[in-house]
């Protein structure tokens, strides 16, 4: 529930184009929080989309059931995450878009960004077993991932059906499952 107010408050001060001014202790007051309360979850709001990122996957994580995993195949689990997690982030997207505006200049937060992606990505994967083949596991999770960031960049401009970007996953999952054999790798873990 905290989670929540804090990640709504600056995503509603980001889409209002605040995001300049704000400042953690400052936002720990308005929300009658305890002093460093922000600072566990994150240590600079430059960090913020990180912390989101961990949110969202754990919510996607919890939106797919096991039931639903041993009747689908491995593809359609890793689209349906994909999806999910894209679908989750829909009302945030404007106060998203306005924070990597933001940030369009600077290195760090597109490092920072680019690393959350690729955890979150390998948070997912492994509530799979893979290969012992640790290359063949690596370069799985760096289609994954570059699927991912392509879908994420078409999903930012467009609207909330997220059609186009859905195809997108789709096309790009269908097209890794043709031309390598990773998915056929791919177990879930049971539980």
């Not at 945030?92 to 979150?120: A, D, H, Q, R, V």
């Not at 059906?161 to 790798?185: H, M, P």
Request: hydrophobic share 40%; glycine share 2%.
């Amino acid at each position: 529930m905290l989670n929540n107010k804090i990640i709504d408050y600056f995503f509603k001060q980001a889409e209002m184009g605040n995001w300049q001014e704000i400042q953690l202790l400052e936002v720990e007051k308005k929300l009658n929080l305890k002093k460093n309360t922000l600072l566990k979850f994150f240590k600079d709001k430059i960090y913020f989309l990180e912390h989101f990122d961990r949110f969202v996957d754990k919510r996607v994580i919890k939106s797919v059931s096991y039931e639903e995993i041993c009747s689908n195949n491995s593809e359609d689990i890793v689209q349906e995450y994909m999806m999910n997690k894209l679908d989750f982030m829909n009302d945030y997207k404007l106060g998203m878009s306005n924070i990597i505006n933001f940030y369009k200049n600077n290195p760090k937060f597109y490092l920072t960004s680019l690393k959350s992606t690729k955890s979150s990505v390998c948070v997912y994967l492994n509530q799979f077993n893979f290969s012992n083949n640790k290359i063949r596991k690596k370069l799985f999770e760096k289609s994954i991932l570059f699927l991912l960031l392509i879908a994420f960049k078409k999903w930012l401009y467009e609207d909330k059906t997220n059609s186009s970007s859905f195809a997108l996953i789709n096309k790009g999952i269908k097209r890794i499952k043709t031309s390598t054999n990773f998915f056929e790798d791919l177990k879930y873990k049971k539980k």
